[in-house]
């Protein structure tokens, strides 16, 4: 009898400052080969935008960000924006994030696999619980080894408990990251790494670069989001003087937690 395929959610968090193609494309790839493992079925995948507390330069208000992100993926039948993360008053760390999505889709399974029989007695259907897993692109990975970003229990569960399917951009060598890191190397097998053959160096950065410079971006990001963007203004000079000369919020918060004493 064939051992049936995990169901699996893939959970991108970032800034989407704004949405690109590339971003959406990382979903197809990783589905596609995350169903070539013929280990899992992807039944979902969300798309988690930072909140207004990050404290990046540049990024424009959480409500556009939401708006461009649920335009792009009006041609998606499996992808889907979710809100959560950005409405929250400070900057969640990604575990946290990672923690309130799973525990969504366990009580969503729950609700499923419990069925009634012909008598109208409760029944367990046998199938394998869902997972979860954190879908970056290959420079995400080098961000673990930034002193003050991560804390270590925090890398142990992403890794560990839920898992990774990282998406190589350019000449970033993912697996160099995950060899270098003794948490991530004793996780690889819970590390997908997934090689992008067709090309596509598309990043945010470029695309706010050119939209203050007044240059086309047409076929980098949707046409909606262009015409979003035109409509509200977005991506001006002045917006990229947003937060100018903020510490990001991921290091200020780890500065703020207490320093362990040896006797700990």
Not at 154 to 180: D, I, K, T, W, Y
Request: proline share 5%; hydrophobic share 35%.
């Amino acid at each position: 009898m064939a051992t049936r395929r995990v169901p699996l959610v893939l959970l991108a968090c970032g800034s989407f400052n704004p949405i690109t193609n590339q971003h959406m494309r990382l979903f197809e790839l990783a589905r596609d080969h995350m169903h070539s493992t013929g280990q899992y079925q992807v039944v979902g995948g969300i798309v988690s935008p930072v909140s207004d507390g990050y404290g990046k330069q540049g990024l424009v208000l959480a409500k556009h960000r939401i708006a461009m992100a649920k335009l792009a993926l009006q041609s998606s039948n499996w992808v889907t924006v979710d809100e959560w993360e950005s409405q929250q008053p400070d900057w969640t760390e990604t575990v946290v994030t990672m923690r309130y999505h799973y525990g969504r889709i366990l009580k969503e399974y729950e609700g499923h696999v419990e069925q009634d029989d012909f008598n109208g007695n409760s029944i367990s259907l046998p199938s394998p619980r869902p997972q979860l897993k954190l879908l970056c692109g290959a420079d995400f990975l080098d961000t673990f080894k930034i002193p003050g970003l991560w804390q270590d229990d925090h890398v142990e569960e992403v890794a560990g408990r839920f898992g990774l399917v990282c998406v190589s951009r350019g000449g970033l060598q993912p697996e160099r990251a995950v060899h270098e890191s003794d948490t991530l190397s004793r996780h690889s097998q819970n590390i997908f790494l997934v090689r992008e053959w067709v090309r596509n160096e598309t990043s945010a950065t470029e695309v706010r670069r050119a939209l203050r410079r007044g240059v086309s971006v047409k076929y980098l990001i949707p046409d909606s989001v262009i015409d979003y963007i035109h409509q509200h203004n977005l991506y001006t000079e002045d917006s990229e003087r947003t937060n100018e000369g903020m510490v990001l919020r991921p290091l200020a918060k780890q500065a703020q937690q207490p320093v362990k004493s040896l006797d700990d």
